[in-house]
Each structure stands twice: as C-alpha cells, then as structure tokens.
C-alpha cells in the first residue's frame, strides 16, 4: 500500500463548480495536513495547513481531515479560472526527524 | 524579500557533464531541500539539511551531492549527468521540519 495516493486526475470543471480534492495515506503518525497550489512552470506554494481533524475555511477554499478514515480533501467553492493549477496533499509527522511526504498531485482547469 | 531563488532557470547537459544547480534563501531558515518533479510523480526528496554543515540524504539521492556551508546557500552538484537526470529540480526552504516549505521557481535540466 501506497503511503499516499492522490486522485490522478486530470479535472475540468465549469466556472462556478464545487471542486473536490481527495488524498488518502496509510501512516496513522502523520500530524500535519497541508495543500499546496502549483502553478504551470513556477514553485509549489503553501494554501492550506491544518493539524487537527475536522475543517478548516480560508475564503473559497476549505480543508478537511478525517484521521480515523485516513483522508483529507480540499473543497473550492466557486471555482474560477484562477485557480487552474496542479494541488498536491502533504504529510508530516512530528519530531525531529519530520519531512513531507507529498501526493503525486492532480492539476485542474477551471473552464470560464 | 526574494525569498528562495535558484539558478540557472533552464539547463541542457550531456550525457557525462557536470553542473552544479545554485539555490540561495533570504529568509534566515534553517532547513533547506533539494526535490526533483518529474510529470506525474510528484516531489522526491533528494538531500536535505537542516543547518550549516548538516546534510542527510532524501528519498532519491543517487547521481547528486550537496554541500551547505552558509546558511544561504545550499548547491546541489550532479555528476556524470545521465537521461534519467532529466526532470524539473526545486528548492524549497523551511523555519522547521514539518513547517511550510517555500520553494523557488525551479530549474528545469535536460540531459541529452
């Protein structure tokens, strides 16, 4: 088993759509949730962290975390075309020795 | 800021060649990464350090070493450059393992 698998995509969706992002992992010690954007030919940046399970709301976007499932997704309300980019899920333990552990990433193209 | 920049921006080596991918932050981090993304794939960890004079090897070490003698700056050299080599390499800087990670703008390697 894959520590993490990530939906492969790729998505189209019309302007305005609900946008569903999913991610499982396998290591129950994963602490740290996080979604990063990646857009074409630049650096992955940072859009959602969270360390608990449950939701977590910034704007349009939302991150879930269901630790007992072992999953986590990210929702975009009223998507736009803006948000055409590759979001890759990532995992980290605690303590010393922690690294991310990224998902293969899913690029979406959000269609006016 | 310029946060964390990288050098060169495009490359295209032969098969034997030798080059070294610069990556400098501003950000006075500590922790400091080298990842490849090849299409699909996701992020490998190549090497990462976690300070001046401390590197550990990631995910995919093979083919590359790296040094870190300041703070800054931390250069990821590859020797004997092979195809395989070919893929796009990022550098990411963090306050922490296990913190956000921000990346630079990537430097895409073709080797020939």
């Known amino acids: 088993q894959k520590e993490v698998e990530q939906d492969p995509g790729p998505l189209s969706v019309p302007e305005g759509a609900i946008v569903s992002l999913n991610c499982t992992y396998s290591?129950?010690?994963?602490?740290?949730f996080m979604w990063y954007r990646q857009y074409s030919r630049k650096g992955p940046e940072l859009l959602m962290y969270?360390?608990?399970?449950g939701n977590k709301e910034d704007g349009r976007f939302t991150a879930q975390v269901d630790k007992s499932s072992k999953y986590i997704s990210l929702f975009i309300r009223d998507s736009q075309p803006s948000d055409s980019a590759t979001y890759l899920c990532a995992f980290a333990l605690t303590g010393a020795n922690s690294k991310l552990t990224f998902g293969k990433g899913i690029t979406l193209s959000v269609r006016p | 800021n310029a946060g964390v920049t990288q050098t060169p921006k495009f490359r295209i080596l032969k098969i034997g060649q030798s080059m070294t991918l610069q990556c400098a932050q501003d950000?006075?981090?500590?922790?400091m990464y080298w990842y490849r993304q090849d299409p699909g794939m996701g992020l490998k960890l190549i090497y990462y350090?976690?300070?001046?004079?401390?590197?550990d090897k990631g995910e995919v070490p093979n083919g590359y070493n790296v040094s870190r003698s300041t703070t800054e700056d931390f250069p990821l050299r590859l020797e004997l450059a092979a195809p395989s080599q070919t893929s796009v390499y990022f550098c990411a800087s963090s306050y922490g393992l296990g913190n956000e990670q921000f990346f630079g703008p990537g430097t895409r390697l073709t080797v020939l």
């Open positions: 350090s976690v300070g001046a004079g401390i590197t």
């Open positions: 950000m006075n981090h500590n922790y």
């Open positions: 969270t360390y608990s399970s």
């Open positions: 290591n129950s010690a994963f602490q740290y």
